[in-house]
Structures are given as structure tokens and as C-alpha cells.
């Protein structure tokens, strides 16, 4: 019986010369303005974000929760604008409601919090 050396695995290939790690997302969690058709919230949010090399513009998107037990809106009604301490508002859109009543938010351009 004649035995077989194990083949190593490849070693990755090393990353070009200048090459430099992507930068973390930006984000923003906090407090923040939800003004939605008939009804303006406070609530929290967590957003994150990224420019989309396909298209050129940056998306931006997180979870909203309400503050103090309000109630949020429902999703899928139309433009929402979300406005952080100190920045000016940023139309999205409510996406859809997470088992817990949070939101998700979405929008293109520029974000409501800073980059």
C-alpha cells in the first residue's frame, strides 16, 4: 500500500501594495423625528449605510422604535421624512414592521445622519 502526501491548502493571495481595509459603515443610532403622513413620532432609530457602486448614490437604511410607547405608523404609506438632532430631514420609505413593532426605514441620497 503506497501513501499520499496531503496537499496543502493555497495561501491566499497578498493584497496589492497601497491596499487598505474598507472603512466600517457609517451609523447613527438615536434620537430622531419621524414625520409621517398625519402623525409626527418621536422615536429611536439605528441607521447604516452605503454608496451603491451600481447606481452612485448612497442608501441609507435602519429600524425605527417608538419613544415612550407611542404608536407607529403603519408601513407602506407612502414618503416619510426622518430628521436626527441637528440635520435636516431625509425622505424614505417604512418598509415593513419586525415581530417586536419596530420599523424598518429605507431611503436614497443623502442620509439623515452625518457621514
Known amino acids: 500500500m503506497r501513501l499520499r502526501r496531503a496537499r496543502r491548502a493555497p495561501r491566499p493571495p497578498a493584497a496589492p ?7 466600517p459603515a457609517p451609523d447613527y443610532s438615536g434620537p ?3 414625520d409621517a403622513p398625519g402623525v409626527e413620532v418621536a422615536v429611536r432609530v439605528a441607521l447604516t449605510g452605503h454608496l451603491d ?4 448614490q448612497f442608501h441609507w437604511y ?8 407611542a404608536e407607529l405608523p403603519e408601513p407602506g404609506r407612502g414618503q416619510v421624512f426622518l430628521t436626527v438632532p441637528g440635520r435636516a430631514p431625509a425622505p424614505g420609505v417604512l418598509q415593513e414592521r419586525d415581530p417586536w413593532g419596530n420599523l424598518r426605514i429605507a431611503g436614497i441620497g ?6
Open 53 to 56: 457602486p451600481t447606481d452612485g
Open 32 to 34: 430622531a423625528l419621524l
Open 110 to 115: 443623502a442620509p439623515p445622519f452625518p457621514l
Open 62 to 69: 435602519g429600524r425605527v422604535s417608538a419613544d415612550d410607547g
Open 17 to 23: 501594495e497601497g491596499f487598505t481595509e474598507p472603512e
